[in-house]
């Protein structure tokens, strides 16, 4: 598919949580090309995939295709920042290297990979196989998981066709799922105290990942906001990989550069939640700071 095609996809899809804009299929071609381009166990730069793909650089589709291997977990990140790189993950190499044919164990890889996105395991464990007709689907996506109806068209046909393509349109295939209290089941489990990162268009919104205070209707909230996030837009990650929860209030969203120090003050009511990871300098920041929000909840304070 042209580059000029894959464009018109992606502005279908519109803004909303995050949904695969590429089909399954579509991104195991895109694994295949990587490993006959004979870098299938080694990381590169995110440019190196785009060029294999036929990209003309760091384009919004380029951008697209990664954050959708991703999301079928067909890739993993090394690195962050300037010196990110990408590289295909164990689950990728057991489908491209599985040249076994009508193979169980590739055919269950597929399977894996089909559900990974979070909001196809989602349709999957709520509604299972065979499915029921498009409105049907459509209401639970713009009702209960806050999908444009254009993005729900979107992520209907692409789901349709990556079930088709890892068999799983039969319902002799469907995954066994546990259900919860309310009666729907989830691929994934977020609670609180995770550590979890926001990706919203393809884009990581956190930098660096966020600690979750309240799960709550299918919505989690983090440290250092008042933001409800659906949960189709969260993904679970190590506490390892945070170096500190966030920002000074008045960058929140481009955040500071790594060696700045890391602090985040949020003012709830007449109390402060304070975090910060800082060296000596930054701790006398911090005690300006403290000085200055002093004042802040003397005002804010209910009065006696």
Known sequence: MSEEVEKSDAIRAGRGPAYPWISLEKAVDRINQVRDANIPRTAVKPLSFFKIWGYKGDSGPARQTVAALNQYG??????RGGEKQVQLSPLAHRIIFDKVP???????ALSEAALKPTIYGRLMTKLGVPLPPDFVIETFLTRDCEYSEDAAKSVIGGYKGTLKFAGLDNPDNMPHSDPTEEGETFPWTVKVGDY????SNG????????KVTKVENGHVWVFGSNTAIPMEQITVTEPTALKSIIVDPSDRDNGPPDDAPQIDVLLRGHRLQITADVDAAGLQTLKEMIGKYE??????????
């Open 74 to 79: 067909l890739i993993e990140y090394v690195g």
């Open 102 to 108: 009508n193979s169980p164990e590739r055919a269950k």
């Open 196 to 199: 979890v990162q926001w990706t």
């Open 203 to 210: 884009v990581d919104q956190f930098k660096p990942v966020r």
């Open 295 to 304: 004042e802040i909840l003397k005002l804010v304070a209910p009065k006696k």
